[in-house]
C-alpha cells in the first residue's frame, strides 16, 4: 500500500509539472501552446532524457489529429485542414541517448503571412529500433526506425491576433437518472469559432419566492473548433425545494458575452 501510495503522489508531480516519465525515459512538457501571429517565427524546447543504464535511440514523429465525439483520433501528417505539416519544424528528429544524458528538441513554428488559423497536432517521442524498410519522411530521412513506446505531446498554436472566439449552447434539457438522490441536466455545446476554447459552466437556480439565487459548482472542458461536446451537470434532489428557473452559464473569457439557456423547474 506504501509502494502504491508513493507511486500515485510521482504521478500527480508528474502532471503538475508537465512532464511524463515512461519506462526509462522522461519528456517535458507534455502540452506546447503557440501564439504566433501570420508572419511570426516562435520556438519552443520538448526535453527528453535518458533514465535506461544503456544507450538508447530515440525519434520525434509529428501526427494530426482530429476530434470525433469527443475523442482525439491520431491522423496522418498532412491529412486535416489543421494540420501542422506547413508551420512546424523539428529538430533533431532521431538522436541517440547515452544513460542519463538528456537533450532539448527544438520546435520552430513559422507562420506564412495571412495565416489567421488555428492548429494542432500531436508530437510522438520515445524509443526507435531499426527495422528491415526505409522511410522517407518530411522531416528525416534514415535507414527506418520504429517507435516501439512512446509519450504524446500536445501542440497547439493559435494566433493572438485572431479574435475569432464564438461558443454557443445547443441544448438544455433534464435527463432520467439512475441516482435517486440527484437530478441530472445536459448541455449541448458547439465551439463555432476559430480558436480553442476552455469555458466553465455552471448552474443558477432561481427561486420565484424568495427572488433567491443559487449557484452551483463549475465544468470546464477543452473544445477545439467545430466539435460540439455534451456536458452532464448534477444537483442534489434537496437543493429543489420550490418552483423556480435552472439556468446553465457558460463563459468562455476573452471579454465574450457570457451565453445562457433556462428551464422551468419544479421539485
Same mark, same amino acid.
Given at each position: 500500500?506504501?509502494?502504491?501510495?508513493?507511486?500515485?503522489? !510521482?504521478?500527480?508531480?508528474?502532471?503538475?509539472?508537465?512532464? !511524463?516519465?515512461?519506462?526509462? !525515459?522522461?519528456? *517535458?512538457?507534455?502540452?506546447?501552446?503557440? /501564439?504566433?501571429?501570420?508572419?511570426?517565427?516562435?520556438?519552443?524546447?520538448?526535453?527528453?532524457?535518458?533514465?535506461?543504464?544503456?544507450?538508447?535511440?530515440?525519434?520525434?514523429?509529428?501526427?494530426?489529429?482530429?476530434?470525433?465525439?469527443?475523442?482525439?483520433?491520431?491522423?496522418?501528417?498532412?491529412?486535416?485542414?489543421? *494540420?501542422?505539416?506547413?508551420?512546424?519544424?523539428?529538430?533533431?528528429?532521431?538522436?541517440?541517448?547515452?544513460? +542519463?544524458?538528456?537533450?532539448?528538441?527544438?520546435?520552430?513554428?513559422?507562420?506564412?503571412?495571412? +495565416?489567421?488559423?488555428?492548429?494542432?497536432?500531436?508530437? #510522438?517521442?520515445?524509443?526507435?529500433?531499426?527495422?528491415?524498410?526505409?522511410?522517407? #519522411?518530411?522531416?528525416?530521412?534514415?535507414?527506418? $526506425?520504429? $517507435?516501439?513506446?512512446?509519450?504524446?505531446?500536445?501542440?497547439?498554436?493559435?494566433?493572438?491576433?485572431?479574435?475569432?472566439?464564438?461558443?454557443?449552447?445547443?441544448?438544455?434539457?433534464?435527463?432520467?437518472?439512475?441516482?435517486?438522490? +440527484?437530478?441530472? !441536466?445536459?448541455?449541448?455545446?458547439?465551439?463555432?469559432?476559430?480558436?480553442?476554447?476552455?469555458?466553465?459552466?455552471?448552474?443558477?437556480?432561481?427561486?420565484?419566492?424568495?427572488?433567491?439565487?443559487?449557484?452551483?459548482?463549475?465544468?470546464?472542458?477543452?473544445?477545439?473548433?467545430?466539435?460540439?461536446?455534451?456536458? /452532464?451537470?448534477?444537483?442534489?434532489? =434537496?437543493?429543489? =425545494? =420550490?418552483?423556480?428557473?435552472?439556468?446553465?452559464?457558460? #463563459?468562455?473569457?476573452? #471579454?465574450?458575452?457570457?451565453?445562457?439557456?433556462?428551464?422551468?423547474?419544479?421539485?
Amino acid at each position: 500500500m506504501k509502494y502504491l501510495s508513493k507511486n500515485l503522489l !510521482f504521478l500527480a508531480i508528474s502532471f503538475i509539472t508537465k512532464s !511524463f516519465f515512461c519506462q526509462d !525515459f522522461e519528456v *517535458s512538457p507534455v502540452i506546447i501552446s503557440f /501564439d504566433a501571429n501570420p508572419g511570426e517565427i516562435q520556438e519552443k524546447y520538448v526535453h527528453v532524457k535518458n533514465y535506461d543504464n544503456k544507450v538508447q535511440s530515440f525519434s520525434a514523429n509529428l501526427y494530426d489529429f482530429s476530434v470525433e465525439n469527443g475523442k482525439k483520433v491520431k491522423k496522418k501528417l498532412g491529412s486535416t485542414s489543421r *494540420s501542422l505539416i506547413e508551420v512546424l519544424n523539428i529538430t533533431p528528429t532521431f538522436f541517440k541517448l547515452n544513460p +542519463n544524458q538528456s537533450i532539448d528538441v527544438k520546435l520552430i513554428l513559422t507562420v506564412p503571412p495571412k +495565416n489567421f488559423s488555428t492548429h494542432w497536432g500531436y508530437l #510522438d517521442v520515445g524509443p526507435a529500433k531499426e527495422q528491415k524498410s526505409y522511410e522517407v #519522411d518530411k522531416q528525416r530521412l534514415t535507414t527506418g $526506425i520504429n $517507435i516501439v513506446s512512446k509519450i504524446e505531446v500536445l501542440i497547439n498554436q493559435s494566433p493572438r491576433a485572431n479574435q475569432n472566439y464564438k461558443c454557443e449552447i445547443l441544448k438544455f434539457i433534464e435527463v432520467s437518472n439512475t441516482n435517486e438522490e +440527484n437530478r441530472l !441536466f445536459k448541455v449541448s455545446i458547439k465551439n463555432s469559432g476559430g480558436m480553442i476554447l476552455k469555458p466553465h459552466v455552471h448552474l443558477e437556480y432561481g427561486i420565484y419566492e424568495t427572488a433567491e439565487l443559487v449557484k452551483f459548482g463549475s465544468k470546464e472542458k477543452t473544445i477545439y473548433p467545430g466539435e460540439t461536446i455534451e456536458i /452532464d451537470l448534477e444537483i442534489s434532489k =434537496t437543493k429543489i =425545494t =420550490t418552483s423556480g428557473q435552472l439556468a446553465v452559464i457558460l #463563459d468562455y473569457g476573452h #471579454d465574450t458575452q457570457i451565453e445562457g439557456a433556462v428551464l422551468e423547474i419544479a421539485p
